[in-house]
C-alpha cells in the first residue's frame, strides 16, 4: 500500500443517515490501507429538542460511544472526509461549530495541504445536496486544502450521479448499497490521492 496515511472521518447525523454513509467511509480509507478515525461532532440541539423526535434521541444514544471531534483530530489526518445533513442548502450547524472553532490551528497554517472530501444527506430530491457541498469546500478555499471530489472517475459515479459528493436522500429510506458503494470509492479516491501528496513531499 505504500507510505501509511491517516484519515480523520468527521461527520454530524441526527437520525443515523449520514452516521450510515460516514461508517461507509471508514471502510473505504480502511480498504486502501488507511487508518482511521471516526469522529461524530457534538450535539448542540437542546435536550427536549433532541426527545421529541424518536429517530434523533434513539440514534443519538445509540452512537454516544463515538468519540467527538476534536481540532487534533484535523491536526492527525492527512485526509478529512466531512459528513454533514443539508439544512436549508447549508451545512448542519454542529458542523459548523466544529469548523468555527478552527481558527487557530488554521492561522498556524496546521490544515493546509491536506486531502478534503465531503458528503451529505437531504430529506428530497433537489433539497440542497449540491449548495451543501459547495459551501463546505468554501471552507477548505480558505484552510488552503486539496479539495478531492469524487467526480466521474468510477463507473458507481454514474449510477449516483452526483461528483461533488456522495448523496443520499433521506425521504426514499435509509442509504442503499449504491450510496454506500459510493461513499467508499470517494473515501478510496481521497485515500490514494493522500498518500501521493505524502510521498511527494518525503
Do not use: C
Not at 450510515?20 to 461532532?41: D, Q
Not at 450547524?93 to 481558527?103: A, E, N, V, Y
Amino acid at each position: 500500500m505504500g507510505q501509511n496515511v491517516k484519515v480523520a472521518v468527521i461527520y454530524y447525523s441526527s437520525t443515523g443517515n449520514v452516521h450510515a454513509l460516514a461508517n461507509g467511509a471508514v471502510e473505504g480509507a480502511e480498504k486502501e490501507g488507511a487508518e482511521v478515525r471516526l469522529r461524530r461532532v457534538a450535539e448542540l440541539a437542546p435536550a427536549e429538542t433532541v426527545a421529541l423526535k424518536p429517530e434523533w434521541a434513539g440514534h443519538a444514544d445509540a452512537t454516544r460511544h463515538i468519540q467527538e471531534a476534536g481540532v487534533n483530530d484535523l491536526i492527525w489526518a492527512d485526509a478529512v472526509l466531512f459528513g454533514t445533513p443539508t439544512r436549508y442548502g447549508v451545512m448542519a450547524s454542529q458542523l459548523k461549530q466544529f469548523i468555527d472553532t478552527t481558527g487557530p490551528i488554521w492561522e498556524k497554517g496546521l490544515l493546509s495541504d491536506k486531502v478534503y472530501s465531503a458528503f451529505t444527506s437531504t430529506f428530497t430530491n433537489h433539497g440542497g445536496q449540491e449548495s451543501t457541498l459547495l459551501s463546505l469546500y468554501n471552507v477548505v478555499y480558505h484552510w488552503g486544502g486539496v479539495i478531492v471530489p469524487p467526480g466521474y472517475t468510477d463507473p458507481v459515479q454514474f449510477e449516483l450521479g452526483n461528483p461533488y459528493g456522495t448523496a443520499h436522500i433521506s425521504g426514499d429510506g435509509s442509504p442503499a448499497d449504491v450510496h454506500l458503494r459510493t461513499v467508499r470509492y470517494q473515501a478510496a479516491r481521497a485515500t490514494v490521492i493522500a498518500r501521493a501528496l505524502k510521498q511527494g513531499r518525503n
